[in-house]
């Protein structure tokens, strides 16, 4: 146990562990009060904010978050029966925008339910988006902001700016850093310690984005989800803040949205996310509204063009279409090395349609809730890849933690009008007698896919390759080949070795786990396989 701590820590930025330690001591912490003058006449948007999740609010007292419908039993909205990501929802509010909830009364419910600064929605991560939620909801439904609700706000704030997630980093970090801007814009900026405290919100945020955008418009983490979840964030404050305030900012952050949205939609080909790292349908905001809103508020198309090739090698994804075939490869490593809660055992993991239809998943993601399955959907066998000698490819534990874990070799790509190769490989078995490194060549031609794994180690290894397929085809075995019966195509997958059929789980949403057909080669030091369209 004290290894594994000393491999996951050992990763960790020096101000990841100072804020760890000190955030450990609340007591000796204070709230200090930020007072600003709030500029009404500022909470104006260019655009109406669509409803990108479905409807969570029975317009009564009834919530379904993360597909589990609960009420809320009086004034508790810290019901510790329920699962914390389900309470993080009920205190983000973003069921405020839903036309039949009064939207002025549930403001007022929260703050006269949630003392300061007690439960799950004063932390850090709830605030930041409740105030985008405060802040849009005012806007759109044109709710009075009263000096109760605007105290409220002030001490949200306050809060917030004291607590910022240094210790978390990634995604959360950024959360508060935008929630701040924003909160910002609204501060009267005529007070020297306000007018302070702004520059030092922007200067951070601004390292923030350089940090955590890469170049092809991916965010560093990796995932899907939450990368539609920040496009969606950055597109509110950019509807909400005036162009002229911190133009230098506004110009980093339109950057980043155009790049983003096409980082998004690559990573989406038929109008849903791959499944990759921790991503769930139902945490993505939909993208059949996010991107005509995206697309207003940067007056112009964010519609990825489809390319034969697509590599988007710093976020560590490549996607081709060949024929029939669309594939999305994993090339890149577990996520930043500081922050790696929220990826999978992936490495060379793929998915793959056929004239659009989903045949070969990614087994997504159901809970944050430590336990067998949020194990299950971090592990190697939860993926189409390679493990060796039933392994993991990185040391996942506890819910989010990764102790040790391994990098990627660089991909060799080659593409002609009818034929793509991808070759890629890691190095995270190299803990193993004989330091084993896995090669995977994927090769696209006359509108077959080929895969070929190789395991490169002077020591015998037990090896299993799998496959995981949509709940949507059925899998017949005749003889040696595996039959795939898809809506308008079968498939046949032919093989160097037997593939032994197997049952898995698909969870697409959180709070859902379905069955479906996994296929395991066993193997020793070289496995083909061939999938051909009937």
Known sequence: MIFRCWRTIRYLKWRQIYYRFRYAFPHFLNSPSISFSFFTEKLVSRFPFPLLSPPSFDGKQCFTFINQTHALEGNNWNDVSREKLWLYHLHYQQY????????????????????????????????????????????????????DVLSTFSRMVSRLYSRIEFHLDGNHLLENLLALYLASYFFEHTDFRNRRIRERIESLLKKALDEQFLEDGGHYERTPMYQAILMERIADLLNIVDRNYCPELQDKLVIILRRGMRWLNTMAPFGRIALFNDSAYNGTPDLNGLNPYVARILNESVDSLVQPLDSMIPSGYIRVGCGDWTIIQDVGPVGPDHQPGHSHCDMLSFCAWLNGQEIIVDSGNCTYRKGEMRQYCRSTRAHNTVTLNDMEQAEIWASHRVGRRGYPVVPQIECSSQRISMKSGHMAYHFLPGKPTVVRNIILDNNRLMVEDRVESNHEIVCASYLHFSPNVSIQKIGKDIIVIADSRRIRISSSVEGILEKGYYCPDFGKIIENTVVRFVFKNKLEYVLTPI
Do not use: H, T
């Open 96 to 147: 405020l925008l839903q036309e039949d909830c009064d939207a002025a009364y549930w403001v007022r419910k929260w703050i006269q339910d949630n003392p300061p600064y007690q439960g799950n929605g004063w932390e850090p991560y709830p605030i930041s988006l409740r105030l985008f939620s405060w802040i849009k909801v005012a806007i759109q439904k044109k709710i009075v902001l009263d000096e």
